[in-house]
C-alpha cells in the first residue's frame, strides 16, 4: 500500500512499513512496483538502487522471513533458553542474558546453536550482531560465537615465530 513516500507491505509473516525518500517516484501497478528518480544525479541514481533493495528485503520478509544462525564453539561454551530469552555461558564468570528485540524470535538448537528469526532483515542481522559482540572469535585459538559457515583465519602463536 502505498501512502505518499511511505510503503507499507503485508503478507503472510506481518506487516512493515517504511518512508522512502521524496525525491524517489514509487508507484504501482497491478502487482508490481515501479520506480522512478526526478534526475539522474549521482546521488538520486543510489538512492534508486537502495529503495529498490529495500522494497525487495520487505517483500521477502513478509512472505519468507529471515533467519541467521550463530554458532558457538569453545570448551563450556552453550546457550540455554528460557521462554524467549536465551542465557549465554561464554567463558566468563557471569552469564549473559540476551533479550530479542522487537519482532525478532531467538530458537536455541541444542547447546551450541541459536537461530534469530524475523521479517525485517535489517532487524535480523542487528540482532546477530549484538549476540556475536557478547564473545567475538578469538583470532588465535578460534573460539567464541560465530556466524554458520563463517570463516576464521587463525593467526599463528609466538611459538611459530620462534626459530630452533
Not at 12 to 37: C, H, K, S, W, Y
Not at 40 to 56: K, Q, V
Not at 122 to 146: D, F, H, L, S
Amino acid at each position: 500500500m502505498l501512502d505518499g513516500h511511505t510503503v507499507t507491505v503485508s503478507g503472510i509473516m506481518g506487516t512493515l512499513t517504511q518512508t522512502f525518500n521524496p525525491d524517489i517516484t514509487i508507484t504501482q501497478e497491478d502487482r508490481q512496483v515501479r520506480l522512478a528518480r526526478s534526475t539522474d544525479e549521482r546521488s538520486l541514481r543510489s538512492f534508486h538502487g537502495l529503495t529498490r533493495a529495500l522494497l525487495y528485503n520487505m517483500v521477502t520478509g513478509v512472505t519468507e522471513g529471515y533467519r541467521k544462525t550463530l554458532e558457538i564453539i569453545g570448551a563450556g561454551y552453550r546457550a540455554t533458553q528460557s521462554e524467549e530469552r536465551v542465557t549465554l555461558q561464554v567463558g566468563y564468570s557471569h552469564t549473559v542474558e540476551i533479550i530479542p528485540l522487537p519482532g525478532i524470535t531467538l530458537a536455541v538448537e541444542g547447546p551450541t546453536r541459536i537461530n534469530v528469526n524475523g521479517i525485517d532483515k535489517q532487524t535480523v542481522g542487528e540482532m546477530a550482531a549484538q549476540i556475536r559482540r557478547v564473545r567475538r572469535p578469538n583470532p588465535y585459538t578460534g573460539k567464541g560465537i560465530r556466524y554458520q559457515g563463517e570463516r576464521i583465519k587463525l593467526k599463528p602463536g609466538k611459538a611459530a615465530g620462534r626459530k630452533t
